[in-house]
């Protein structure tokens, strides 16, 4: 009777071992290459943002992206950009980028396509990156905030298509103030003193 015994001793104490080694991997894991998401709450108001003198007034749909090179939430949106990219310049829309000052970096090649503003009027008050304005044909701020709430962005759950769309046919949007939990970094540039 002892060698069924001990084999079921055995067994489970493989099972217990193989369990833990399984968990320590784990844990290495993602204590390596998963970093938690910090959610950060932010206040967007667009009351500010102004486009320069050469954009502003009556014409396309224009969209300008707000990105930080050095923030790791811009990773979260730039597929899907460049998936509103290739979708809405056919419609018309214009796609502009303004890059946090004082930050070097470029945007993905996917995303060449996008004309660089070197100053958008009222960006030094935006809360945080990356973030979206919107102006309509008529050359109002339509939508200004995130692209959606939490770690990433794509279609299913983003604020920009829904903006877009009923831009592109004819309907007034107003959303130029927005309060949303998601990954974002800081935007206003440090000051020295």
Not at 150 to 165: A, H, R, V, Y
Request: overall charge neutral; aromatic content about 10%.
């Amino acid at each position: 009777m002892r060698p069924p015994y001990r084999a079921t001793l055995i067994i489970s104490l493989l099972a217990l071992v193989c369990a833990g080694v399984l968990w320590a991997a784990y844990d290495w894991f993602q204590g390596r290459y998963l970093r938690a998401f910090s959610e950060h709450t932010a206040v967007f108001s667009g009351d500010p943002l102004r486009l320069p003198a050469d954009l502003a007034g009556p014409g396309a749909i224009r969209l300008v992206h707000f990105w930080d090179p050095a923030c790791p939430c811009n990773v979260g949106n730039q597929q899907h950009l460049a998936e509103l990219v290739e979708r809405y310049v056919p419609q018309g829309v214009e796609f502009y980028a303004v890059q946090k000052p004082g930050s070097h970096g470029q945007l993905p090649s996917t995303l060449s396509s996008l004309k660089s503003l070197d100053v958008l009027p009222g960006s030094e008050q935006i809360p945080a990156s990356p973030a979206v304005a919107i102006w309509d044909r008529s050359g109002k701020l339509a939508y200004f905030g995130p692209y959606s709430e939490g770690l990433t962005c794509n279609s299913s759950n983003s604020f920009i298509e829904p903006i877009l769309k009923a831009l592109n046919e004819g309907r007034e949007v107003s959303a130029t103030h927005t309060l949303a939990v998601g990954c974002y970094c800081p935007w206003p540039a440090t000051t020295a003193k």
